[in-house]
Every structure is written in structure tokens, then in C-alpha cells.
């Protein structure tokens, strides 16, 4: 009996391999099936889609083979396949949905998948999985990152996110590959984004290879549905704070896909702005058109998509705010009869913000940016499995930035208008089952700002992983990192209107960062997983606001530096019908500028998420989550001392109303807050009338009412909260 398995291996070694490549899709409205797994059979190695559902399998010797495809929630698809010597062979596979929601009893095992994937610090996430855990007031894709280590949230007021260590600004959020400058609502209590234009999610959180660049701590990658390409439907959702509409269907021989949301009621807001009523009104709109055969096994999308925020307080004495984003791309993806991969884009993203004082003591601020860019992506597959990617992004950006200074006269500080140009290449050496190694480089050709250009240099980036037994693998990462676009932000603001985008001055060098990471990843089973990591990142430099500015000739921004280190710990438990993750971040942050280091506002040194969600049957399903992070640093008010008010030097009748208060602080950031803790329950249910299809959702945040603190009011000390006891409900 081993004599015939070793007969075989010799036999089909002897001849020239061959490849299988294939689409995974969904059988009832043709959406890609993204990391989905596929495996042949008899010789017990595979492969994992891309966020586009394709696959690809090399060095296959010829012959007769079975290949099984699999995805949680479908049900598996097993389909032959004849591998010629030299040649590719294309099969496609359309799953059908599990329509009991169970997990699939034969699916391909992710370390046969995966078993060299050099994937250190990226995280794969399915929206639809979002909508199973509790939601505050509704499914929010940013908030959701919390449960991700090393993600801190910026706290329940707030859906912006730190990322081991860093600011909220080196975050680069991409929508379908385009940049979003402020893809917030409500005062940064939102997402602007939709979950239910998206499709899938890839969220690197450092160490990312040479393919990504424009950002210091991490990438986001929102990849939107593509529509039904065989069926039209709508739906319609309301929640206690909007409603939403989408409508998809078949167009032209390709698909198309609407969605829009729109706020209505802003009751629900006083929860969060400590019982203050927020004149807040936003809306979204989204447009998908997906051809899927063009040049026979290319596609193109077309897409546009539009945010807009108005804050209009009715009232001439206190300020207004309005924000809004304007996106439009073109994508070209093409399969060529090798195993050549091709992808051109075309992309305009602008951002407008104004603060609007009228009569109130607010300062104006005005800023717009605008980005066009050119993205060429080259992948080829050899037969020994290696892979060659090479690309190259052109990238022009302007940016306007109007304030006025304590004299109130206006200061135009926008930044130089310029183009970027920057290459990249990178070899992954997978031949090895057991070694991966990805090794790249990143060139920078030219520089937004015309004093960097100085700056060009080389951004080298390696990441590898060893599979040391089949169930345990070890990953490291290291790399160089840039970014241009910078914020004008005070750390110290509790919440940002929005955030002033310009390119970086030329009086100071280009952001930059380095990143050492490393891993174990444990396998245990097919239900049981575990990682422990570790991390470092140097900030060389980033800009920080001149806090010693004096004289109006002193500059704004001064350089800063920084570093942050960590541990990192998941588990993850899913045997059917239940899912459990346990996470663990132990942080440090640290951040130089203006002459003094301290912990900047972000640093939070222990962090602890747990989810737990059970599928109950008949459509029934229910979750919960707690969250745990300890107190993060302020700066304290020692106490307060009356000074004269010499805005009016022309009066000469000095009374003591020209005494004002004069807050005196103490160290800063020496001082934490109480710790943040707090459980939230969901319990959905899907029901299917024939006719129609409901989804009924109800949440309650906050389940033991803890009264986590925001922040203390500067004027009084008063302690202000953040969210209480909170049910919540959603019905689509």
C-alpha cells in the first residue's frame, strides 16, 4: 500500500507542472467569495482567494484531480479538473448559500491554505460577520476594529481608532483603493462608510509589505460588493438614528449596486454629546457598476461614491461646521492565459471642511484637498510558486488651509501642490510549503513637497513566515515607512469637528517610521487558534503643533518623535454552533515634541476584548462583547489665576471686569483615568415571509449601566460620562 502513493508522486513529478485558477463566487448573485479556501484533493495542497474571490494553485503536475472549495456559511463544491504539462487550466465555482447558517462539515484546512502565507499583522474580516455582534445604534465598521489587538478605540463617543501606539492621523482608510481624508459623521461619532456597500475588509496594523504606502501605523482596505448579476432586490433599514436604502441588480451584461443612508433623528445623539442637543445632519450615497467579462477574463468597476456632514446650530451666535467627501474611480482587472495578473486604476478623491463662526468667539478655518491618482499593479505567478509583483503610483495632490490667527487676521498655510511618483517591487519565495519569505522595496521618485525632495529613499520591507510543525508557525516583519499627508490636530481636543489635511511643509522632513514585529501562531485545531506577538515602532519624525509659538513668524508645526511597543494575544474558539475570541494588548507609547516627552493622550497600557456569539437555530442568533482598557493620560488643572485683558490696549478706564481666569495645568499627560470597562448583549433574528426577507436586531450597550469617564470639564471639574445604559433596535 506505499508503494502505490510513492509510484504516483514519482510519476507526475517526472512531467512539466501546470496551474488551476479559478473565481469563487456566490451562486445567487455572483459576489466574489473573498479568502475563501481551495484545496485539491489528492495531493493534499491548496490555496486562499483574494479579496476578489481568485485563486491560483502552481506547480499542479499533469493529471486528473478533485478540487474542493469551501467557505463558512456555503455549502462546499467539489469539481474536476484536468492540469496539462505548461498549460493553465480555468474552473470557476459558485457556492450556495447554507441556508441553516451552519459551518460546512468538509472544508479545506487553513494551514494547507495558508501554510506559508507571509500575512504578519493583517487581519481578514467578512462585514457580514459585523452584523452578529451588538451595535451601538448600528453596525459601525470602525468601531468593530476595537475587538482587533493592538486597536485602542478613541472611546464611545468617538469611532476613531489608534493603532499600537500611533495617532489616529497615520491611519490611511482606502475605498475600493481610494483615499478617504475624513470618513467620519456626527462629529467623528460615525463611520462614513456604509457596511452595507462592503464587501470584505483587509486591515494591516504594521509591518505591511512594499504594495502599500501613505501612512505610519496602518492601512485599511474597505473592497465594496459588486451588485447581483442575476437578480434585482432592495432593502430598507432604519435604525434609532437613519435610514438606508440600497437596490442592486443586473445591468448590461454586468451588475450594479445603490445604497444611500440618510440621518433623521439626532435624539439619539444626546446619549453621546452628555444630554447637549447636536443639530447633526448627514447622508452618504454610493454607486456600484461592476462588467465582469471583459476581454474575455477581465473586468471593470466604476465607482462614485459622496459623504456630507452639516452641522447647522440655528443659532447666530454659535458656529457652524460642514464637511463632505467626493470619490470617483475606474479599475481595470485583467487575467491574461499565463499566470499574469494586471490591475490599472484611476482615482479623484477631494475633501472640503469649513468652521463657520458667525457671531460666536470660533475661529474660522477653511480647508480642501484634492487627490488624483494613477495606480499600475503587475502580479505574475511562476511555476514554482514564487510570485513576482512590481507597480508603480502616480499621485498629484493640493491643498488649501485658511485660519486666522489670535489677531484675527487669516493665515494661509495650505501646503505645496505636487506630484508624488513612487515604484515598487517585490519577490515572494513560496516554493518551500513550510517557508515564506516576501522581500520588496518601495522608491520614491519624487516628493509632494518641493523642499523634500532630499527625502527620496528607498523604503525596504521584508516579511517571512516558518511553519515549524504543522500546527505552529513563527512570522516576522520589518519595514521602512513615509507619509506626506499630514493633520492639523491638537491631541488634547476631546472631539475633532474634522481634521486640516495639507501636504507636509517643506521646512520640515517627511513623516517616517520604522516597524519590527514578530509572532507565534498556534493551531491547534480546525475550531482552535492562537497568537502571541510582539512589536516595535520607531517614529523618526512626524509634525506636531508648535505649542511654543509666540511670535507670528514662528512656524506651526515642529517635528516630533516617537515610539511605541507591545504585546499582543488572541484566541479564538469556534466549534459550532458558538465563536469565541479572547484578545490581550499590553501597550507603551511614547511622544517627544516642543522639548518635553510624555505619554501622549492614546497611550493605554492594557487593553481586554472578549466576544462570545452563539447560533441559536431557526434564524435565531445572539452574541455579546465586554471591553476593557485602563485609563488613558490627561493633563491636570492645578489652578487658576486672574490676568489682565489686554486685547483692548486703546481703553484707559482698567475696572476689574479685565481680569479673566487663567487655567494653570500641571505635568503633562502625568495624571490617568479611571479605567474603561463595559458589556454589551445582542440578539438578532432573521425571518423569511417569502415574499420578503426581515432581519430584526436589538442591542443593549453598556449592560450594567458603568459610568465610564470622558473627560472633566475644564471650567468647573465636573466629571462628564460617556455612554449609559443603552437599548438600541434595527429592523431590514
Same mark, same amino acid.
Given at each position: 500500500?506505499?508503494f502505490?502513493?510513492?509510484?504516483?508522486?514519482?510519476?507526475? *513529478?517526472?512531467?512539466?507542472?501546470?496551474?488551476?485558477?479559478?473565481?469563487?463566487?456566490?451562486?445567487? #448573485?455572483?459576489?466574489?467569495?473573498?479568502?475563501?479556501?481551495?484545496?485539491?484533493?489528492?495531493l493534499?495542497?491548496?490555496?486562499?482567494?483574494?479579496?476578489?474571490?481568485?485563486?491560483?494553485?502552481?506547480?499542479?503536475?499533469?493529471?486528473?484531480?478533485?478540487?474542493?472549495?469551501? *467557505?463558512?456559511?456555503?455549502?462546499?463544491?467539489?469539481?474536476?479538473?484536468?492540469?496539462?504539462?505548461?498549460?493553465?487550466?480555468?474552473?470557476?465555482?459558485?457556492?450556495?448559500?447554507?441556508?441553516?447558517?451552519?459551518?460546512t462539515?468538509?472544508?479545506?484546512?487553513?494551514?494547507?491554505?495558508?501554510s506559508?502565507?507571509?500575512?504578519?499583522?493583517?487581519?481578514k474580516?467578512?462585514?457580514?460577520?459585523?452584523?452578529?455582534?451588538?451595535?451601538?445604534?448600528?453596525?459601525?465598521?470602525?468601531?468593530?476594529?476595537?475587538?482587533?489587538?493592538?486597536?485602542?478605540?478613541?472611546?464611545?463617543?468617538?469611532?476613531?481608532?489608534?493603532?499600537?501606539?500611533? =495617532?489616529?492621523?497615520?491611519?490611511l482608510?482606502?475605498?475600493?483603493?481610494?483615499?478617504?481624508?475624513?470618513?467620519?459623521?456626527?462629529?467623528?461619532?460615525?463611520?462614513?462608510?456604509?457596511?452595507?456597500?462592503i464587501?470584505?475588509?483587509?486591515?494591516?496594523?504594521?509591518?505591511?509589505?512594499?504594495?502599500?504606502?501613505?501612512?505610519?501605523? #496602518?492601512?485599511?482596505?474597505?473592497?465594496?460588493?459588486?451588485?447581483?448579476?442575476?437578480?434585482?432586490?432592495?432593502?430598507?433599514?432604519?435604525?434609532?438614528?437613519?435610514?438606508?436604502?440600497?437596490?442592486?441588480?443586473?445591468?448590461l451584461?454586468?451588475?450594479?449596486?445603490?445604497?444611500?443612508?440618510?440621518?433623521?433623528?439626532?435624539?439619539?445623539?444626546?446619549?453621546?454629546?452628555?444630554?447637549k442637543?447636536?443639530?447633526?445632519?448627514?447622508?452618504?450615497?454610493?454607486?456600484?457598476?461592476?462588467?465582469?467579462?471583459v476581454?474575455?477574463?477581465?473586468?471593470?468597476?466604476?465607482?462614485?461614491?459622496?459623504?456630507?456632514?452639516?452641522?447647522?446650530?440655528?443659532?447666530?451666535? !454659535?458656529?457652524d461646521?460642514?464637511?463632505?467627501?467626493?470619490l470617483?474611480?475606474?479599475?481595470?482587472?485583467?487575467?491574461?492565459?499565463?499566470?499574469?495578473?494586471?490591475?490599472?486604476?484611476?482615482?479623484?478623491?477631494?475633501?472640503?471642511?469649513?468652521?463657520?463662526?458667525?457671531?460666536?468667539?470660533?475661529?474660522?478655518? $477653511?480647508? #480642501?484637498?484634492?487627490?488624483f491618482?494613477?495606480d499600475?499593479?503587475?502580479?505574475?505567478?511562476?511555476?514554482?510558486k514564487?510570485?513576482?509583483?512590481?507597480?508603480? $503610483?502616480?499621485?498629484?495632490?493640493?491643498?488649501?488651509?485658511?485660519?486666522?490667527?489670535?489677531?484675527?487676521?487669516p493665515?494661509?498655510?495650505?501646503?505645496?501642490?505636487?506630484?508624488?511618483?513612487?515604484?515598487?517591487?517585490?519577490?515572494?519565495?513560496?516554493?518551500?510549503?513550510?517557508?515564506?519569505?516576501?522581500?520588496?522595496t518601495?522608491?520614491?521618485?519624487?516628493?509632494l513637497?518641493a523642499?523634500?525632495?532630499?527625502?527620496?529613499f528607498? !523604503?525596504?520591507?521584508?516579511?517571512?513566515?516558518?511553519?515549524?510543525?504543522?500546527?505552529?508557525?513563527?512570522?516576522?516583519?520589518?519595514?521602512?515607512y513615509?507619509?506626506?499627508?499630514?493633520?492639523l490636530?491638537?491631541?488634547?481636543?476631546?472631539?475633532?469637528?474634522?481634521?486640516?489635511?495639507?501636504?507636509?511643509?517643506?521646512?520640515?522632513?517627511?513623516?517616517?517610521?520604522?516597524?519590527?514585529?514578530?509572532?507565534? !501562531?498556534?493551531?491547534?485545531?480546525?475550531?482552535?487558534?492562537?497568537?502571541?506577538?510582539?512589536?516595535?515602532?520607531?517614529?523618526? #519624525?512626524?509634525?506636531?503643533?508648535?505649542?511654543?509659538?509666540?511670535?507670528?513668524?514662528?512656524?506651526?508645526l515642529?517635528?516630533?518623535?516617537?515610539?511605541?511597543?507591545?504585546?499582543? *494575544?488572541?484566541?479564538?474558539?469556534?466549534?459550532?454552533?458558538?465563536?469565541?475570541?479572547?484578545?490581550?494588548?499590553?501597550?507603551?507609547?511614547?511622544?517627544?515634541?516642543n522639548?518635553?516627552?510624555?505619554?501622549?493622550?492614546?497611550?493605554?497600557?492594557?487593553?481586554?476584548?472578549?466576544?462570545f456569539?452563539?447560533?441559536?437555530?431557526?434564524?435565531?442568533?445572539?452574541s455579546?462583547?465586554?471591553?476593557y482598557?485602563?485609563?488613558?493620560?490627561?493633563?491636570?488643572?492645578?489652578?487658576?489665576?486672574? !490676568?489682565?485683558?489686554?486685547?483692548?490696549?486703546?481703553?484707559?478706564?482698567?475696572?476689574?471686569?479685565?481680569?479673566?481666569?487663567?487655567?494653570?495645568?500641571?505635568?503633562?499627560?502625568?495624571?490617568?483615568? =479611571?479605567?474603561y470597562?463595559?458589556?454589551?448583549?445582542?440578539?438578532?433574528?432573521?425571518?423569511?415571509?417569502?415574499?420578503?426577507?426581515?432581519?430584526?436586531?436589538?442591542?443593549?450597550?453598556?449592560?450594567?449601566?458603568?459610568?465610564?469617564?470622558?473627560? *472633566?470639564?475644564?471650567?468647573t471639574?465636573?466629571?462628564?460620562?460617556?455612554?449609559?445604559?443603552?437599548?438600541?433596535?434595527?429592523?431590514?
Open positions: 500500500t506505499l502505490l502513493p510513492i509510484l504516483f508522486y514519482s510519476i507526475v *513529478y517526472s512531467q512539466s507542472p501546470g496551474s488551476i485558477r479559478g473565481f469563487v463566487k456566490d451562486s445567487t #448573485s455572483g459576489e466574489p467569495l473573498a479568502f475563501s479556501n481551495a484545496l485539491i484533493k489528492e493534499n495542497w491548496g490555496a486562499s482567494a483574494d479579496n476578489k474571490g481568485i485563486f491560483i494553485i502552481t506547480a499542479v503536475p499533469p493529471g486528473n484531480y478533485t478540487i474542493l472549495v469551501s *467557505y463558512v456559511g456555503y455549502e462546499p463544491q467539489e469539481l474536476k479538473a484536468k492540469v496539462e504539462a505548461n498549460k493553465l487550466t480555468q474552473i470557476d465555482f459558485y457556492l450556495k448559500p447554507n441556508s441553516i447558517e451552519m459551518q462539515v468538509e472544508k479545506v484546512d487553513e494551514r494547507v491554505a495558508e506559508n502565507a507571509t500575512d504578519l499583522g493583517i487581519e474580516i467578512i462585514v457580514k460577520d459585523l452584523e452578529k455582534l451588538p451595535q451601538g445604534v448600528e453596525t459601525d465598521i470602525f468601531r468593530s476594529l476595537q475587538y482587533v489587538p493592538g486597536v485602542k478605540s478613541a472611546g464611545d463617543v468617538s469611532a476613531r481608532f489608534y493603532v499600537r501606539g500611533s =495617532p489616529s492621523n497615520q491611519n482608510i482606502l475605498l475600493n483603493d481610494i483615499p478617504v481624508y475624513h470618513p467620519f459623521h456626527a462629529l467623528g461619532m460615525f463611520s462614513a462608510v456604509d457596511p452595507e456597500m464587501n470584505n475588509i483587509e486591515f494591516y496594523k504594521g509591518g505591511y509589505t512594499a504594495d502599500y504606502s501613505g501612512a505610519l501605523a #496602518s492601512i485599511m482596505k474597505l473592497n465594496t460588493k459588486n451588485g447581483s448579476i442575476n437578480n434585482f432586490s432592495g432593502k430598507a433599514q432604519a435604525s434609532l438614528l437613519t435610514g438606508k436604502v440600497s437596490l442592486e441588480g443586473p445591468l451584461g454586468g451588475s450594479f449596486l445603490i445604497t444611500g443612508r440618510k440621518s433623521y433623528n439626532t435624539e439619539i445623539l444626546k446619549k453621546f454629546t452628555n444630554d442637543n447636536v443639530p447633526i445632519d448627514f447622508y452618504e450615497m454610493s454607486v456600484n457598476i461592476f462588467f465582469p467579462e476581454f474575455k477574463t477581465g473586468n471593470v468597476k466604476l465607482f462614485w461614491f459622496t459623504s456630507s456632514d452639516d452641522l447647522d446650530n440655528n443659532n447666530i451666535n !454659535e458656529a461646521f460642514k464637511w463632505s467627501n467626493k470617483v474611480g475606474l479599475k481595470w482587472f485583467q487575467l491574461s492565459d499565463s499566470p499574469l495578473f494586471f490591475e490599472v486604476s484611476a482615482y479623484f478623491s477631494r475633501f472640503d471642511g469649513e468652521v463657520i463662526p458667525n457671531l460666536s468667539s470660533t475661529k474660522p478655518k $477653511k480647508n #480642501s484637498l484634492s487627490d491618482g494613477i499600475m499593479n503587475f502580479r505574475y505567478v511562476y511555476d514554482s514564487n510570485e513576482l509583483h512590481i507597480g508603480l $503610483k502616480i499621485q498629484e495632490i493640493s491643498s488649501e488651509l485658511i485660519l486666522e490667527n489670535a489677531s484675527s487676521t493665515k494661509d498655510i495650505s501646503g505645496p501642490k505636487g506630484a508624488n511618483i513612487d515604484v515598487f517591487g517585490k519577490y515572494k519565495i513560496l516554493s518551500n510549503e513550510n517557508i515564506g519569505i516576501d522581500l520588496g518601495r522608491l520614491n521618485l519624487t516628493r513637497a523642499g523634500n525632495s532630499g527625502d527620496n528607498f !523604503e525596504p520591507r521584508i516579511s517571512s513566515t516558518i511553519r515549524l510543525l504543522p500546527e505552529l508557525a513563527f512570522k516576522a516583519a520589518w519595514g521602512i513615509s507619509q506626506e499627508l499630514v493633520t490636530s491638537d491631541e488634547d481636543e476631546l472631539i475633532n469637528i474634522f481634521e486640516p489635511w495639507f501636504v507636509t511643509p517643506s521646512y520640515l522632513p517627511t513623516s517616517k517610521a520604522i516597524h519590527y514585529g514578530a509572532c507565534l !501562531e498556534i493551531q491547534f485545531s480546525d475550531e482552535l487558534k492562537s497568537e502571541v506577538g510582539g512589536y516595535y515602532k520607531t517614529l523618526l #519624525s512626524f509634525p506636531a503643533l508648535n505649542d511654543n509659538k509666540i511670535l507670528p513668524t514662528d512656524p506651526e515642529v517635528e516630533a518623535k516617537g515610539k511605541s511597543y507591545g504585546l499582543e *494575544y488572541q484566541l479564538t474558539y469556534s466549534p459550532f454552533p458558538f465563536r469565541t475570541n479572547l484578545s490581550y494588548s499590553l501597550t507603551w507609547a511614547e511622544k517627544s515634541a522639548g518635553i516627552t510624555y505619554s501622549p493622550r492614546y497611550d493605554s497600557r492594557h487593553s481586554v476584548n472578549f466576544s456569539e452563539y447560533n441559536i437555530g431557526n434564524g435565531w442568533y445572539s455579546l462583547t465586554w471591553n482598557y485602563s485609563g488613558l493620560p490627561f493633563t491636570q488643572i492645578s489652578g487658576y489665576r486672574d !490676568e489682565w485683558d489686554i486685547r483692548n490696549l486703546e481703553r484707559t478706564d482698567i475696572i476689574y471686569n479685565d481680569l479673566f481666569p487663567y487655567t494653570i495645568y500641571g505635568k503633562r499627560n502625568a495624571v490617568r483615568l =479611571p479605567d470597562h463595559r458589556l454589551d448583549i445582542n440578539l438578532s433574528k432573521n425571518i423569511d415571509l417569502n415574499f420578503m426577507k426581515l432581519y430584526l436586531s436589538v442591542s443593549v450597550i453598556n449592560v450594567y449601566d458603568r459610568k465610564n469617564i470622558f473627560y *472633566y470639564e475644564k471650567e471639574g465636573k466629571r462628564v460620562n460617556m455612554l449609559p445604559f443603552l437599548p438600541t433596535a434595527s429592523v431590514r
